[in-house]
């Protein structure tokens, strides 16, 4: 590349003017570009015109536009030139590697299931389009101070790096296109398992140490660091896994992956698994999730039990805290388990005996109704006949796929919205998104109950006037009989009198923080009540 005397101020097709040169890689230079037509930074990759290499880099460049979703870099241009280069013109990202971020240590579990199915979402458009990245990586994940993701090489990282010039250009049939697709897969696995640790399954690689393995097989992220939860670490494996542990489903296409992340919780603050771990912590000890171990766990522990020390005996400054001993572990369990069935049994005796609500506290505002008193009469669940995703503001849905998660009778499931970044109330976006929900006739609704995953959450509740027959496409048609905003996971609004209506809206209008400046929505159960028939 030298003798092209390609260098700061130089001008490719008479237009994009090379300004910082930001990267080398196999045999390429990538360069931040100014483009004075569009007045705006460019991103440019720069290769010989000699090398066998660049009919594939082209082609791939080209193949690469047909994918239209917004997280990828798109492809603006591609020349070779008379002066002997070869290149792709992209979008430029003012933003910063995945594989930088990790540096500072891992992700919170939330964010990293967010972020990695933001990528894993956006690859499942791109196969759908016949496209394949195979070469995803940390270096390829960018991630903008708004949160928002970028996805950089698609197709063209790979043409660069294939073993041959023969290897570099599209899959040409069915079981080439699969392979390359699974490529992408067990990439999503690896920055997934990069996310939650702060290791890089296989070899050291971007600065980050190996993840341990144990008899050739790659241990699980909990068993590396504390605080990861069981989901992630469930979807990691599904990934990552030949096959996956207690027979679990593998995970094995990128729409797959995406739909098992978005049902990530939040971390876990105890070590509470019982497999071998990296690390050595004494029970009850607190982790916080999204905190780096100081330095890389040590390897694994002998599986003999240091002898106790002698009764009495102090334990110097070098010697091992001592721990509790089992026995007062577990009195401690079986205490706290008798508690709390303590307080079920009690609150299942004052259900029955009709002392007390059965649900938890929610701190609601309703909409004000009659002012007659409440019926006496304990309200019935209603039947749905359909449920789906209500977004008249957006143009591509919210996660129709788990809507049947809503409704479920799990509270181990939900609907999530998409994710919204800068404040809570969708992003200034929207007004909201919620469930629309078809009861399939007119029926009196006195309750709604809501199971919501994370808080805070502000929602409104709406109907159709009775005879309606069409589900609504917008909140014009409809009143709104109720505004609450749930502090807790759970939600509970009754109305002075009921309302009959077909057509019921749960409309989300504040999400509660899943990562910082992350907002995302998420309903574990909905269930609409009226009087008995």
């Not at 809206?505 to 009226?530: D, N």
Request: glycine share 8%; net charge neutral; proline share 8%.
């Amino acid at each position: 590349m030298d003798e092209l005397a390609v260098a700061p101020g130089s001008t490719l097709a008479g237009r994009y003017r090379l300004e910082d040169l930001v990267g080398e890689d196999a045999g390429s230079m990538a360069w931040r570009a100014f483009d004075p037509v569009l007045n705006r930074s460019v991103g440019v990759q720069v290769l010989p015109a000699h090398d066998p290499r660049c009919a594939a880099f082209l082609e791939a460049g080209r193949r690469s536009t047909v994918v239209t979703d917004p997280r990828f870099l798109r492809v603006l241009d591609v020349a070779a030139d008379e002066e002997g280069l070869t290149y792709v013109v992209r979008e430029w990202a003012r933003a910063v590697p995945l594989s930088v971020m990790l540096h500072e240590g891992p992700l919170r579990n939330r964010r990293a299931a967010t972020l990695v199915g933001e990528v894993a979402d956006a690859l499942a458009r791109a196969h759908d389009a016949g496209v394949q990245h195979r070469c995803l990586d940390l270096a390829a994940v960018l991630v903008k101070d708004t949160g928002a993701v970028r996805i950089l090489g698609l197709a063209t990282d790979h043409a660069l790096r294939a073993a041959s010039a023969g290897d570099a250009g599209a899959p040409t049939d069915a079981g080439s296109q699969y392979a390359a697709e699974q490529d992408d897969v067990d990439a999503l696995g690896r920055v997934l398992y990069a996310c939650l640790v702060a290791r890089w399954p296989g070899s050291r690689a971007f600065e980050l140490a190996a993840a341990p393995t144990e008899h050739g097989r790659l241990l699980r992220p909990r068993q590396v660091r504390a605080g990861v939860a069981r989901d992630a670490d469930s979807v990691c494996d599904r990934i990552l896994g030949k096959p996956p542990r207690h027979h679990a489903t593998p995970l094995v296409t990128a729409r797959d992956i995406a739909s098992a992340l978005a049902l990530v919780g939040e971390d876990e603050l105890l070590v509470s698994d019982t497999s071998p771990s990296l690390g050595s912590f004494t029970a009850g000890t607190s982790v916080a999730a999204s905190q780096a171990p100081a330095e890389p766990p040590p390897a694994l522990l002998p599986s003999a039990t240091p002898a106790a020390p002698p009764t009495g005996a102090a334990v110097g400054a070098e010697g091992r805290r001592p721990r509790p001993p089992t026995e007062v572990r577990r009195a401690r369990r079986l205490l706290w388990v008798g508690i709390a069935l303590l307080v079920v049994l009690a609150a299942l005796v004052a259900f029955y005996a009709g002392r007390q609500t059965a649900g938890p506290r929610a701190q609601i505002t309703t909409t004000p109704g009659s002012g007659s008193q409440a019926t006496p009469v304990a309200p019935e669940p209603l039947p749905f006949r359909q449920v789906s995703d209500f977004d008249p503001q957006g143009q591509n849905g919210e996660n129709p796929q788990t809507v049947g998660q809503a409704y479920d009778h799990s509270l181990s499931t939900s609907w999530t919205t998409v994710t919204y970044f800068g404040n809570p109330q969708l992003g200034g976006l929207k007004q909201g998104v919620g469930l629309r929900v078809d009861l399939g006739r007119d029926r009196a609704v006195s309750a709604i109950d809501v199971r919501f995953a994370g808080k805070p959450t502000s929602y409104e509740v709406w109907a159709a006037p009775a005879g309606t027959s069409a589900a609504p496409a917008d909140l014009s048609s409809m009143t709104r009989i109720a505004r609450a905003r749930a502090t807790g996971e759970q939600s509970t609004v009754r109305l002075d009198a009921p309302v009959t209506t077909r057509f019921v809206v749960l409309w989300l209008t504040s999400l509660p923080e899943i990562a910082p400046g992350s907002y995302q929505g998420a309903v574990r159960e909905l269930v609409l009540k009226g009087p008995p028939a």
